[in-house]
């Protein structure tokens, strides 16, 4: 290997823009410290113009991360600027992430500049970056269908005025391999400073080629990926960091370069991120899918027996699928909980809270015999959203369902600090027991989406529900895990509810609209 890739992660920035996805601070720190074991080379922590939270959580991950660079984004304009500063000054290693857009349809239709104004903004805002920060990223917002003159006086412009790293995204997933690639190799020509600057990708899914970009720009240059974790990120998402990163690892004879990540650290980063977010991984998803190292046919399941590399181009144990084993039983002590907890880079920052988690883990080892490591992270993920601020929490559900009749669902919840029950009937258990929360939160919501997938294997699995509300124009995820599907949906749903009562109006740094 010639050539160090840097794998920029954008999870907790660009992620979080996918609707329903908004996570709070001591999740992004949860999520931080795994991208850090899983060692990549910058966390965009977030975007601090967005609302105070989002400031907040960014300052918070600033000072809990050590080894990865912690970078806040800012449009190019002197407040976002001045924040994404303020956000990461405690950092070991900061930087700034400011961008402009630069397509003809942008600068007039959005930002109603002209090229060259754009330009100076440009300019003005990476020297305010420089001198907060040592180390600041420009980014040409819609790059892909800029014009090349106009991205070459830009970048020269930006590298004089002290950007370390540019970026060239393809903001709406519109370009082709074959001509992202072409681009950029054109670009590196053509800048004259380009030598003194690394050169970034930053891709979006649309038409499904973000990863195929991606990696055209690193063939033709590029030395850093911008990406997140399963994909995730606004309408079909972000290029793939597992993707990436195995691509580059898997074919070393197509690619000069190669990444500091710890591969084994993938799986679980993936299973994090799906159960802090309430995005299920699809099972046919490569890397992380649950059938992405599954052979089912006759033929293929001989040949892999025989010589394992017949049919499978890595193995699973690299991107860390030999992890998912069974790790705590009912008979397991405190300090085994602990121990394993942390090996699975959640720590506890008080006796109480480890008495708690682990007070929860016995409660759920009763229901369960086996514990796996997905378990506790779901177990820990319901901590937390415990300990925010809740107007309402389950507190007993009973159901009754028979063949022939109507389903029936009693409900106990308290309700800003009110003990209320409701009862109703439905077209299902599930149907029965929400109706029986819009009694007593009653609302003009529209569930979305409804999804359960099982945990882990076994008849005995908690299942986790996730479910999608929209209110008022708002969009929000709740996530619930049981070993009864139904009191997990009923969990879903009220953490959706909270979240809908509880979280503040944010705006996207790229179309400025509240969410």
């Given at each position: 290997?010639?050539?160090?890739?840097y794998i920029?992660?954008t999870?907790?920035?660009?992620?979080?823009?996918?609707?329903g996805a908004s996570?709070?601070a001591a999740e992004k720190?949860?999520?931080?410290?795994?991208?850090?074991?899983?060692?990549?080379d910058v966390?965009?922590a977030?975007?601090?113009a967005?609302?105070?939270g989002?400031?907040?959580a960014?300052?918070m991950?600033a000072?809990?991360?050590s080894?990865?660079r912690v970078?806040a984004?800012?449009?190019?304009?002197?407040g976002?600027?001045a924040?994404?500063?303020?956000?990461v000054?405690?950092?070991n290693a900061?930087?700034?992430?400011?961008?402009?857009?630069?397509?003809?349809i942008?600068?007039?239709?959005k930002?109603?500049m002209a090229?060259?104004d754009?330009?100076?903004?440009a300019?003005?805002?990476?020297?305010q970056?420089r001198?907060?920060?040592?180390?600041v990223?420009?980014?040409a917002?819609?790059?892909g269908r800029s014009?090349e003159?106009?991205?070459?006086?830009l970048?020269e412009?930006?590298i004089d005025?002290?950007?370390?790293?540019v970026?060239?995204?393809?903001?709406v997933?519109?370009?082709?391999p074959h001509?992202?690639?072409?681009m950029?190799t054109r670009l590196?020509?053509r800048?004259?400073?380009?030598?003194?600057?690394?050169?970034?990708?930053?891709?979006h899914n649309?038409?499904?080629?973000?990863?195929a970009n991606?990696l055209?720009?690193v063939q033709?240059?590029?030395?850093?990926?911008?990406?997140t974790?399963?994909g995730?990120?606004e309408r079909?998402?972000?290029?793939s960091?597992?993707?990436v990163v195995?691509?580059?690892?898997?074919?070393?004879?197509?690619?000069s370069c190669?990444t500091a990540?710890d591969t084994?650290q993938i799986l679980?980063a993936?299973?994090?991120?799906?159960s802090?977010?309430?995005?299920?991984?699809?099972?046919n998803?490569?890397i992380?899918?649950?059938?992405?190292?599954?052979?089912e046919?006759?033929?293929h399941?001989d040949g892999?027996l025989?010589?394992r590399?017949t049919y499978?181009i890595?193995r699973?144990?690299?991107v860390?699928?030999?992890?998912?084993?069974?790790v705590l039983?009912k008979?397991?002590?405190?300090t085994?909980?602990r121990?394993?907890?942390s090996?699975?880079?959640?720590?506890f920052?008080?006796?109480a809270?480890?008495?708690a988690?682990?007070t929860?883990?016995?409660?759920?080892?009763?229901k369960k015999?086996?514990?796996?490591?997905?378990?506790?992270?779901v177990?820990v993920?319901e901590d937390?959203?415990?300990e925010?601020?809740?107007?309402l929490r389950f507190?007993?559900l009973k159901?009754?369902a028979?063949?022939?009749s109507v389903p029936?669902?009693?409900?106990s919840?308290?309700?800003q600090?009110?003990?209320?029950?409701?009862s109703?009937?439905?077209d299902?258990?599930?149907d029965?027991?929400?109706k029986?929360v819009?009694?007593?939160v009653?609302?003009?919501?529209t569930?979305?989406?409804?999804s359960v997938?099982?945990?882990t294997?076994?008849?005995?699995?908690?299942?986790?529900v996730?479910?999608?509300?929209q209110?008022?124009?708002?969009?929000?995820?709740?996530?619930?895990?049981?070993?009864?599907?139904?009191?997990?949906s009923?969990?879903a749903y009220i953490n959706g509810?909270?979240?809908?009562?509880?979280?503040?109006?944010?705006?996207?740094?790229?179309?400025g609209?509240?969410i």
């Amino acid at each position: 290997m010639n050539d160090r890739l840097y794998i920029f992660d954008t999870t907790l920035r660009d992620g979080e823009q996918s609707p329903g996805a908004s996570m709070t601070a001591a999740e992004k720190i949860r999520i931080a410290r795994q991208l850090e074991k899983l060692r990549v080379d910058v966390i965009e922590a977030g975007f601090p113009a967005a609302s105070e939270g989002d400031a907040d959580a960014v300052r918070m991950v600033a000072k809990e991360i050590s080894d990865s660079r912690v970078c806040a984004l800012a449009r190019a304009n002197p407040g976002d600027v001045a924040k994404a500063a303020e956000a990461v000054k405690d950092a070991n290693a900061p930087r700034i992430h400011t961008f402009i857009a630069t397509s003809p349809i942008h600068m007039q239709a959005k930002l109603r500049m002209a090229p060259g104004d754009v330009l100076e903004k440009a300019v003005q805002a990476v020297r305010q970056a420089r001198d907060s920060v040592d180390d600041v990223e420009f980014s040409a917002e819609d790059a892909g269908r800029s014009e090349e003159d106009f991205l070459c006086r830009l970048f020269e412009a930006v590298i004089d005025a002290g950007a370390q790293t540019v970026n060239i995204p393809d903001t709406v997933g519109y370009t082709m391999p074959h001509q992202f690639g072409e681009m950029f190799t054109r670009l590196m020509h053509r800048i004259p400073n380009a030598d003194k600057a690394v050169f970034s990708v930053h891709c979006h899914n649309d038409l499904g080629v973000a990863v195929a970009n991606s990696l055209a720009a690193v063939q033709s240059g590029a030395r850093q990926v911008e990406c997140t974790i399963n994909g995730l990120g606004e309408r079909a998402g972000n290029a793939s960091l597992e993707e990436v990163v195995m691509a580059i690892r898997t074919r070393r004879d197509v690619f000069s370069c190669d990444t500091a990540i710890d591969t084994t650290q993938i799986l679980p980063a993936s299973r994090l991120v799906a159960s802090v977010t309430g995005f299920p991984v699809q099972p046919n998803k490569a890397i992380v899918g649950a059938n992405a190292f599954a052979h089912e046919a006759g033929i293929h399941q001989d040949g892999v027996l025989k010589q394992r590399d017949t049919y499978e181009i890595m193995r699973a144990e690299d991107v860390g699928w030999s992890a998912n084993r069974i790790v705590l039983g009912k008979h397991s002590g405190r300090t085994a909980f602990r121990e394993r907890m942390s090996a699975l880079g959640i720590e506890f920052t008080s006796d109480a809270e480890l008495n708690a988690a682990f007070t929860r883990f016995k409660d759920l080892a009763d229901k369960k015999h086996e514990i796996f490591d997905d378990d506790l992270q779901v177990l820990v993920s319901e901590d937390a959203a415990k300990e925010e601020n809740q107007a309402l929490r389950f507190i007993s559900l009973k159901t009754v369902a028979e063949t022939g009749s109507v389903p029936v669902a009693d409900l106990s919840l308290e309700f800003q600090g009110q003990h209320q029950s409701s009862s109703a009937s439905g077209d299902g258990l599930v149907d029965a027991a929400f109706k029986a929360v819009e009694k007593i939160v009653p609302g003009s919501r529209t569930l979305l989406l409804y999804s359960v997938n099982a945990i882990t294997a076994g008849s005995d699995s908690q299942g986790e529900v996730s479910v999608r509300l929209q209110e008022d124009g708002r969009i929000v995820n709740g996530q619930g895990a049981d070993t009864d599907i139904v009191v997990a949906s009923v969990k879903a749903y009220i953490n959706g509810l909270n979240k809908l009562q509880g979280a503040p109006h944010r705006f996207n740094p790229q179309s400025g609209e509240t969410i």
